[in-house]
């Protein structure tokens, strides 16, 4: 019985085969592009720090802090590499529908930066910059319209984008020189943090249009160029952290001896500190942060993930695709 199934599977698929490389209706796209970002935003805060590019100065005897310069961070993650993979069949000449499935990756977004130096000069005593992309997979359905010209042949298309798979990962390197209780000044506390973690999103739609056309090579062959637009907005639902490390050496600045090195790695993360859900609203029944131990950040429940605002960003953008297609 699985014999005569798989015989009469292929002889089907031969049968379409066929009648497809008579008909010349159905084809093959492969395509590669670059786009730029185009709905530019405000960036999402990275944990407790703000889209913000800061400079800040403290005044080393009373502690006090004072902002030199401030900027909000803008832009969107649309600007990147694609890579997309198309099935398509002519109803006839003038009128086709598309599958793609797409492959992105953007380029990395500088999300936040704060620099804190000594008031008056030029000595760092505190930093933390994060960077972020978009590694993004999706299926893109779409309808086409065109004269149907021999040689030159140009079209229009437009449609949806369904996101399949995505992940916004944001890095972390973050460094700190602080005074250590019931020593002298001349001991410090030097802590450097490398931090890694995950975005993921929740379940979203977008659209899609691109102007192009084609050129007949041979018979069956044809070479493509097209200028597209996406808009995809997408809304964060689940963060997590996914490489965590931390290392605070005692220093005596006056001979640079270590006296001791304090080290927190992933595993020493509390769940709240590891994982995130994202919520619309912020109530008193939410798990949010109540203060901090060091450089621990001490939750409501410490064993259940922490819950922040939902944030929104776009990976659509304005771009250029230049590819090839089979006809079969």
């Known amino acids: 019985m699985k014999r005569k199934l798989l015989l009469m599977t ?45 400079h ?18 803008t832009g969107s993650y649309g600007e ?11 109803f006839n000449k003038y009128i086709g529908i598309e599958g793609t499935f797409n492959y992105f990756q953007s380029v990395k977004n500088l999300m936040t930066r704060n620099v804190t130096t000594i008031q008056g000069t030029a000595t760092t005593v505190g930093s933390v910059e994060s960077r972020g992309h978009v590694n993004a997979i999706d299926f893109a359905p779409s309808l086409v319209f065109s004269p149907g010209l021999e040689k030159w042949n140009p079209y229009v298309r437009f449609g949806f984008v369904v996101p399949l798979w995505g992940r916004l990962n944001i890095g972390t ?9 019931g020593q002298p000044a001349t001991v410090v506390a030097q802590t450097a943090i490398h931090r890694e973690e995950e975005v993921k ?17 041979a018979k069956r062959f044809d070479i493509f160029l097209e200028t597209e637009y996406r808009n995809v907005p997408v809304k964060s639902k689940s963060k997590e952290v996914t ?37 619309t609203t912020l109530d008193q029944n939410s798990n949010t942060p109540t203060g901090t131990t060091g450089s621990k950040t001490n939750y ?16 659509g953008g304005l771009g250029a695709n230049l590819g090839v297609r089979l006809r079969f």
């Open 300 to 315: 409501k429940n410490d064993n259940a993930p922490s819950n922040d605002l939902k944030s929104y960003i776009n990976i």
């Open 201 to 217: 999103p929740s379940p979203t739609i977008g659209f899609q249009g691109a102007l192009g056309v084609t050129y007949a090579v």
């Open 243 to 279: 490489a965590y490390n931390e290392v605070t050496n005692i220093v005596n600045t006056t001979n640079g001896t270590v006296i001791t090195t304090q080290r927190r790695g992933l595993n020493d993360l509390s769940t709240a500190e590891r994982e995130t859900d994202y919520v």
């Open 10 to 54: 292929a002889i089907l698929a031969l049968a379409f085969t066929t009648t497809h490389a008579q008909t010349g209706k159905f084809y093959i796209k492969a395509a590669g592009g670059y786009f730029f970002s185009v709905s530019n935003g405000q960036f999402p805060d990275v944990g407790p720090y703000p889209p913000r590019d800061q």
């Open 56 to 73: 800040d100065a403290v005044n080393p005897a009373t502690g006090a802090i004072t902002t030199l310069s401030e900027k909000v961070l």
């Open 80 to 90: 990147g590499f694609r890579g997309g993979l198309t099935l398509g069949y002519n």
């Open 173 to 181: 390197e973050a460094t700190r020189t602080s005074a250590v209780p």
